[in-house]
């Protein structure tokens, strides 16, 4: 399958602007009815009728360039997100290393969950060299604290939480390499933007139970990386 290139892809995702409002890109800072702030090499001239787009679900407006030279920035999946709202196009994708996700049943209950079980999920992600999509590539990445254990209740919506979270693990969304804000060091694995409780019969860390909200919090968390509902329906 031939890749679409940047442009193509941004175009994928943005309805037409007759006449753009009075307004500044907020990507480059510059007025929406004159050129785009990003110059030099990679930026390939548009015409004036294309030179502001809308983003076809949220509305937000940029110039064309500017949101091809953000794509450039990013991983290049072929998703596009909105820098104003977040809106996600497309199907977001990120960098965590290769490793395995593995999860099975515990006969023990949470803290705050006692009519159920529990669900373990153990992830190993062994260090490595980072590749082109991680911040220093070429250089070697370490991987602290792993196997790591985390710990859902297996109850219907914990079981709902499980589904999402195995579909952010197959877009490479539940780890990270950057630096680890607990241990300072950089080159690491990291959690990304979905929270773990990886404390089981305590809460000593801020990572255990009880912790009431901690579901609706993964959801909506999950949702911000663009996995809803649906995702867990497609199996
Ligand atoms: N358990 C679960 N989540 C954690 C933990 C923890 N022990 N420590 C931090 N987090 C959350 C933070 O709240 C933050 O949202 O992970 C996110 C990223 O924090 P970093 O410190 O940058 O992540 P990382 O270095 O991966 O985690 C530090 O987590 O699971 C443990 O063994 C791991 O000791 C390490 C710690
Ligand atoms: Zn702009």
């Given at each position: 399958r031939k890749g679409k290139t940047p442009e193509e892809v941004v175009k994928k995702y943005l309805q037409k602007v007759k006449s753009p409002p009075e307004?500044?890109?907020?990507?480059?800072?510059?007025?929406?009815?004159?050129?785009?702030g990003y110059k030099g090499p990679g930026v390939t001239p548009v015409s004036r009728a294309e030179s502001v787009g809308r983003l076809?679900?949220?509305g937000h407006q940029y110039h064309f360039q500017c949101l091809v030279a953000m794509y450039n920035n990013g991983n290049k999946d072929g998703s596009l997100q909105?820098?104003?709202?977040?809106t996600i196009y497309g199907v977001k994708t990120g960098n965590q290393p290769a490793g395995k996700m593995e999860y099975h049943i515990i006969p023990h209950s949470l803290p705050g969950h006692p009519d159920c079980k529990s669900i373990r999920i153990i992830y190993n992600i062994p260090p490595g060299l980072q590749g082109?999509?991680?911040?220093?590539?070429g250089k070697p990445f370490t991987a602290r604290g792993f196997p790591r254990h985390c710990y859902l209740p297996d109850s219907e919506k914990g079981r709902k939480v499980l589904k999402l979270l195995l579909v952010a693990w197959d877009r490479r969304l539940i780890f990270s390499i950057g630096t680890s804000?607990?241990?300072?060091?950089?080159d690491t694995v990291i959690w990304n933007e979905v929270h773990h409780k990886t404390?089981?019969?305590?809460?000593l860390t801020g990572h255990g139970f009880p912790d009431p909200g901690h579901l609706n919090n993964v959801l909506e968390e999950l949702r911000a990386q663009g996995i809803t509902e649906d995702d867990g329906l497609m199996e």
């Open positions: 307004e500044d890109c907020t990507i480059c800072m510059e007025p929406l009815g004159g050129p785009s076809a679900q949220c909105c820098p104003t709202c977040k082109p999509e991680h911040p220093n590539p804000s607990t241990t300072g060091e950089s404390e089981f019969g305590s809460n």
